[in-house]
T-cell receptor, first 114, second 114 residues
Framework: GAVVSQHPSWVICKSGTSVKIECRSL??????MFWYRQFPKQSLMLMAT?????????EQGVEKDKFLINHASLTLSTLTVTSAHPEDSSFYIC??????????FGPGTRLTVL | GESVGLHLPTLSVQEGDNSIINCAYS??????FIWYKQESGKGPQFIID?????DKRQGQRVTVLLNKTVKHLSLQIAATQPGDSAVYFC?????????????FGKGTRLSVIA
């Protein structure tokens, strides 16, 4: 149980384009989902907290207009990187929590912006 | 989040030996702690958790110790195997709820020498 999936697992895009990443809780309802980014050899950095049916809460320094988050259902949250640039290249990871305290992580999405 | 972008410390252990990975947490109000294992190119995988009303918890081949006095957490892996090679992160939660973001430590890379 407690499986979280992400799609796509990797994506390469041109600078200036937008990329959407999906995060799904497969066997539980996720009232809250979190989005992180991780640079090589570094820890996870929280970008935003997303509650189903409400606006996401962004961490300081994260541009909400650039990283659009939608959590329209209890099993799906999406992160859209708008007008992507090479500095947005990173490993994006979502996590989800339901009725317990534990957060379960997705497998991550590797974004490369050319 | 409060995670810091530093290069990861590395722990090298001989196969079959026990491993001890340490973590210092920052928030004395944190009441729930989790250890995650992250293999290269994958999302973090839940290993074991512990609440602040406990000082020790055991799982399969793993033990977590919590010392609230000095705000220190450790993960012990018995009979370390090559498959244990990964980066290990501790995470703390001050909200007593899965809806509260986790704060991640900087991580430790465990290398198992066969």
């Amino acid at each position: 149980g407690a499986v979280v999936s992400q799609h796509p697992s990797w994506v390469i895009c041109k600078s200036g384009t937008s990329v959407k990443i999906e995060c799904r809780s497969l066997d539980f309802q996720a009232t809250t989902m979190f989005w992180y980014r991780q640079f090589p050899k570094q820890s996870l950095m929280l970008m935003a907290t997303s509650n189903e049916g409400s606006k996401a809460t962004y961490e300081q320094g994260v541009e909400k207009d650039k990283f659009l988050i939608n959590h329209a259902s209890l099993t799906l949250s999406t992160l859209t990187v708008t007008s992507a640039h090479p500095e947005d290249s990173s490993f994006y990871i979502c996590s989800a929590s339901g009725t317990t305290d534990t957060q379960y992580f997705g497998p991550g999405t590797r974004l490369t912006v050319l | 989040g409060e995670s810091v972008g530093l290069h990861l410390p590395t722990l090298s252990v001989q196969e079959g030996d026990n491993s001890i990975i340490n973590c210092a947490y920052s928030n004395s109000a944190s009441d729930y702690f989790i250890w995650y294992k992250q293999e290269s190119g994958k999302g973090p995988q839940f290993i074991i958790d512990i609440r602040s009303n406990m000082d020790k918890r055991q799982g399969q081949r793993v033990t977590v110790l919590l010392n609230k006095t000095v705000k220190h957490l450790s993960l012990q892996i018995a009979a370390t195997q090559p498959g244990d090679s990964a980066v290990y992160f501790c995470a703390e939660n001050a909200g007593w709820s899965g809806n509260t973001p986790l704060v991640f430590g900087k991580g430790t890379r465990l290398s198992v020498i066969a």
